[in-house]
């Protein structure tokens, strides 16, 4: 396998969502580093800093204290250093009208937080998969559009 | 004022590379997209000023030992379908012909270095260029089908949904209004 590694960021207020998902993260065959962060606005001050090195692709979830994930999502696209970002929203919520929202406000994949263990793990790899094939190939990123 | 703009991207990319390539006065053949058949030698100060000039549209020159087999891999499947004729024959013949390499061999190489396999990357190119064209021209559903070689609607349907998990029109209300 290929020895380049992914750097991802979550942000969830949720402590136990972000140890599943750490878990599930580390059970897969893709090199990964996962930086975590407990709400939104500490995930945009970690980004804002100088001479970081961009994650490269971002889970965010929808409701957080402080600033929600459309917030971040909002910001982030707003942003001439972080618009290219690649962005996964990580939510409970199924409603047509989050996810098209989220959609409009420049998410490039949804996904719906599974309710057990190996389904999350089937979930996050696939995204990892699918944001791989959009690093390294032709593919239209303007287009890049996935609910999972 | 907003002005709205459609374009393509493969005449684009080729525009471009013609016109800094003629600018520098260089005798080449496009082979397909992402290949460039120059003729004759280059001067390393040419390379150097096409390395710069093409910089700017964030085209970058692979050096030789970037380019790798998965990369033309997957430059074949583009060229693949990208032309009708080419689709007379199998996915995998036409790889194995194409770059010398028995299928299985290319399928190994492929899935060990890109998380995926050849025959799932080509859905997910096929799924992007269903959606280029959605976004980019009017065909209608039918037509586009028709001209990524799914067999009906419902196929083309049925596989966009699969792969994006959204359907064709949610998607293309979504850019619609994205759009706007």
Redesign the interface.
Known sequence: MSDKTLSIALADDDEDDRMLFSEAIDEIDISTKLSLFNHGQELMDYLTLPNIVLPSLIFLDLNMPIKNGQQCLVEIRNNPKLKDLCIAIYSTSSSEKDIEDTFLNGANIYVNKPNNFSKLREVVEKVLQLNWQYHTSNLNKETFLFRI | MTLFVKYN?DLVCKTLLKEQLDALDISYTLNS??EIQINGALSPEKLEILTTSLNKYGIEILTKQKVTLEDRI?NAI?DYLKNKEFRTVKLSTYLSDKLHYSYAHLSTIFS?????SIEN?MI??KV?LA??LI?HTDLTLTEIAFRIDYSSVAHLSGQFKK????TPSA?QR??N??KL
């Open positions: 991207f997209l992402g997957k583009d060990e270095n890109t998380y995926t990357y997910l190119k992007d959606k280029e976004c792969t994006t998990g959204l998607f979504i850019m209004n994205k």
